[in-house]
């Protein structure tokens, strides 16, 4: 089970994890972000990395070692890393490498209601998804190879996970569309003619919630 923690946003880790190197003011630890592509590992609203820096503070993650001025700029705050932020920075490690989670994911919830829409249309939405998810691994993959040339691979593997994950994606996806075009997808011709009657989609969650559903 997931801690509870003092600042629980991903941006948070993202910020002890460039801060780690040296002290930084917010503006070095926003462009450092996305010099190294946080912002495709993670989650990362740029809005809330004001709040995200000082709720890192009052939690004893960082500290305020001095200010700067750059010109007629605003003077900027330098923080760096505490003792207590390294160790909250490994633990939070630990805990998303090791304990599963659920994660919310967009393409999970159309699936969810896939019975919403006839079996051939969900057939060529999927042909769309597989082409679209081709253009993105093809893009992952001159990226990682490109990368693999200027980096050691222990800072790629987020990359070739990801790359992963798009991969089965689209196994999958192509699976599935090949059994709707089939037909051999169990109960897809009773799906096909409840459209084709217009049942509507309550009434199809009705016969499946009595077990009239084929299985």
């Known amino acids: 089970m997931a801690t509870k923690r003092k600042v629980d946003n991903l941006l948070a880790l993202a910020v002890l994890s460039v801060i780690v190197a040296r002290p930084m003011h917010r503006y070095e630890i926003a462009s ?5 592509g946080k912002d495709r590992d993670m989650d990362i609203k740029w809005g809330s990395l004001y709040t995200v820096v000082q709720n890192l503070e009052k939690a004893g993650f960082l500290e305020i070692v001095g200010s700067e001025r750059d010109g007629a700029r605003p003077e900027r705050t330098i923080y760096r890393i505490t003792d207590a932020g390294r160790t909250e920075m490994a633990d939070w490690t630990r805990e998303l490498i090791a304990t599963p989670e659920p994660e919310h994911h ?3 919830a159309g699936l969810s209601i896939a019975a919403a829409l ?3 249309e969900v057939a060529e939405l999927l042909g769309r998804r597989i082409e679209a998810l081709g253009h993105i691994i093809e893009a992952v993959r001159r990226e ?3 990368l693999a040339t ?3 691979r222990l800072f790629i593997i987020e990359s070739e996970y990801g790359l992963a994950m798009l ?7 192509r699976s599935f569309r ?3 075009i089939s037909g051999s997808f169990p109960g897809v011709d009773w799906w096909r003619q409840l459209h084709a009657e217009g049942v509507e989609p309550a009434e199809v969650a009705k016969l499946v919630e009595g077990g009239n559903a084929p299985l």
């Open 32 to 36: 450092t972000l996305r010099a190294r």
């Open 106 to 108: 967009r393409f999970t």
């Open 118 to 120: 006839a079996p051939d």
């Open 144 to 146: 990682l190879d490109g």
């Open 150 to 152: 200027t980096l050691p």
């Open 167 to 173: 991969e089965a994606e689209q196994a999958w996806a």
């Open 178 to 180: 090949d059994e709707l």
